[in-house]
């Protein structure tokens, strides 16, 4: 393993346990939401107790409030479970309060039977929430504990009420949870112009329901209304689930459901139950499919075309490919009319309205001091090989590198050099090299173990956000001989078409860097923001580099000599409340004195399937300053309603039902601790 790699792979250890405490959001739902309104959104995830609020990416969006949901008790007894959901029907069906009480009291004991009676905060103040906050109270109740499977780093929950204002750009944004001293990386999110639907977060099911399965409370409730294009749809994948949505379409629309999953919970810390791989299906008023997608490309998530031969109902449906699902299965899908609505989606613009693209997947432009070579192409045709002869005047390394899939095209690239030419035609001219792919770019092998029990681990350095980036191949090669060379680019599966687009450099090859932040979000402390940064130092770059000052903010933290990691502290000259995005650069000097100066991408560390360690490409480099807490303060139960159960001496050290045996009742019609405090 190289020295660079080894001190990126420690570098991200080490982020990973300074980061155990920064709130983990996992999943929001819904997913997205229309400007000019106000939504309740639902966050799972992890370590947000101490979660003082959250910003939101761009203008005209905040959160004006933030609500904590507590933890609950998981194995109350019966009576409990009973009594509570009575009372949750009871508000339901706007049966009224029968006590002036602020609340319906809880019974002063469980029956003798049943000793496990557990206080719950929020039980106490059922009378006080809203629907979203009673739902949360039955799918707690009513789900059985390992239902889909136990998933601690989704199970804690926290409840925003976003507004949005009637001005606000549409497209993606990115919501950020801030505790006293931290920030949690940026998690996407979108606002769009179009009306929307939203699947329940829990449906509750009617009194009685324990005759129903539990698949049927799970499902969409029957009262979603048939739909007109344009609409936004949010949604939750459960296991074995299949939504559905029906959509009022008109003869000669051009319908296109786009489909954003994977994007919205990209790396699992686990790997159960995996990636959320998602499916659509359309299906006519007969119940026929008649448009079907998985995938659009080589993205994840799938973009469903149709064109309407007739007015009518459709039906679309929604599922994973192998029917897995949970809490963190979310989606929103835009269905419009591409004649009316706006075009269809090129590859391109799909990809990079999901994805972010770092400094590393810009192709360099020439100027007049480089020997760069720039030749841009397109494999329009399947089994084309496009052929690109450059003249060398000097002996030299050379570097090759094709741009393609990290520009969004579909195009799998294999590039190939031969030379010299001189009157050979390409048939029988000597090939030299062959580069399909980049691995080592993106890949490293570490033993995690020991050398008696080796633990193989594949670390992924850095990955790039567009899926299969490693697909664009780059490779450098020692020319000595100056003279007419070829360099052909082909599709390794022999595809191509309209989309299938590239950029080919070549340059000759020199010492050069990448940097890296290793927290792509920073709360902002008395003007400072801190975090750690990386650098991949490549072809021999060994000198140091420096982060560059602005008029805006100075910049104190560099490189060394061949040091690979360094603190970096941010001093802005300005305050502000809310949130700021900033590009840092860094700068560097090759030994003929050129400088090198490069954008810092921001990352965010994250582990997928136990096995790949990942630098995962941040939109933006956002620094909050934190303003008054949204946070909605905890209510407590008032004075005449006892806290937690404090466990008193029974007879013989006995617990309370074997006490009571015989009599199945307390002293006096007395609880279980007021009985033995008389006693005692």
Known sequence: ??????????????????????????????????????????????????????????????????????????????????????????????????????????????????????????????????????????????????????????????????????????????????????????????????????????????????????????????????????????????????????????????????????????????????????????????????????????????????????????????????????????????????????????????????????????????????????????????????RHFIEIKEPGTWHFELYARREGSPLDGVISLYGPMGNLPLSVAPRLATWDDNPGRLYEVKNVGSDDLPIIKTNMLYEGSIPQAECDPSGTWTIKEPGKYCVTVADRAGLGGEHYDYTLCISPAEPSFEVFSLISACRVNGGRARFKACVLRKDGYDGDITFDSTPDYDVNGCFSGDELETDVTVTFKKTWEGLKRFDLTASGELPNGKTIRVRVTPTDPGEQAFAYSHLLPAHGFYFGVAGASTREPVRHPGPQLKGKKQTKSHSNGQNCSACHMKTKQHTKGKSCNECHKDKN
């Not at 007894?77 to 069906?93: A, R």
Request: proline share 11%.
């Open 1 to 386: 393993m190289s020295s660079a790699r080894v001190g990126i792979v420690a570098a991200l250890g080490l982020c990973a346990a300074a980061a155990l405490a920064l709130p983990k959001p996992g999943y929001y739902h819904p997913s997205s939401v229309q400007v000019g309104s106000k939504t309740r959104v639902i966050m799972g995830g992890d370590s947000v107790s101490g979660v003082q609020g959250a910003w939101i990416s761009g203008e005209g969006a905040k959160v004006t409030r933030l609500v904590v949901v507590p933890g609950q008790p998981r194995a109350p007894g019966k009576t409990q479970h009973k009594f509570v959901m009575n009372w949750l029907y009871d508000i339901l069906e706007d049966k009224p309060i029968i006590k002036k009480e602020p609340h319906r009291p809880l019974p002063p004991e469980a029956l003798t039977e049943e000793t496990d009676w557990q206080e719950c905060n929020w039980w106490h103040f059922l009378d006080d929430h809203d629907n979203l906050e009673l739902q949360t109270v039955a799918r707690f109740i009513l789900t059985p504990e390992y239902y889909p499977q136990a998933t601690p780093a989704l199970d804690h929950l926290v409840i925003l009420d976003v507004e949005v204002d009637a001005n606000a750009r549409p497209g993606r944004r990115d919501i950020i949870l801030y505790d006293g001293n931290s920030a949690s990386a940026p998690h996407p999110f979108y606002i769009t112009r179009e009306p929307h639907v939203a699947e329940p977060f829990f449906v509750i099911p009617p009194r009685g329901f324990p005759s129903r399965p539990l698949s049927v409370s799970l499902h969409l409730p029957p009262d979603i209304k048939p739909q007109s294009l344009p609409i936004h749809i949010d949604g939750q994948i459960w296991p074995g689930e299949v939504d559905t949505y029906t959509l009022r379409l008109e003869e000669g629309q051009q319908l296109v459901c786009s489909l954003i999953g994977r994007e919205l919970f990209p790396y699992l810390g686990d790997a159960v139950p995996g990636f959320f791989n998602p499916v659509l299906g359309l299906y006519d008023a007969n119940g026929h499919e008649v448009a079907f997608a998985d995938d659009f490309y080589f993205l994840p998530d799938p973009v469903l075309t149709y064109k309407v031969p007739m007015d009518g109902f459709y039906t679309l449906k929604v599922f994973d490919n192998l029917y897995r699902g949970g809490p963190n299965f979310v989606y929103t899908v835009f269905c419009r009319d591409a004649k009316t609505d706006r075009p269809l989606y090129t590859p391109k613009e799909r990809a990079f309205d999901c994805y972010p693209q770092p400094a590393a997947f810009i192709p360099p432009k020439p100027n007049s001091d480089s020997n760069l070579i720039v030749r841009t192409g397109s494999l329009d045709v399947p089994g084309r090989k496009d």
